[in-house]
């Protein structure tokens, strides 16, 4: 990748050291398998408190009346 189209900005944050930080959250086996765990941006800024938005989905999910869930942020 080379950036992002008209946005220098957002390229510069991803691009470091000539390596594409994409904010996946990973780790890897002793196998070298890599398994994707979730996203660095996945919060949610409400007022001054910062929600990881999987840990709300977790908590939604326990409930029984709950088949699926989705948390994202909208504003206002």
Known sequence: MTGYWNMP?????????????????????????????????????????VVYSPEVEDVISMHPAVLEVAVIGVSN
């Open 9 to 49: 900005q957002d390229t510069a944050k991803a691009l470091k050291d000539e390596f594409l930080h994409t904010g996946d959250l990973a780790s890897r086996d002793e196998e070298g398998y890599f398994y994707f765990t979730g996203r660095k941006k996945d919060t949610i800024k409400s007022g001054y408190n």
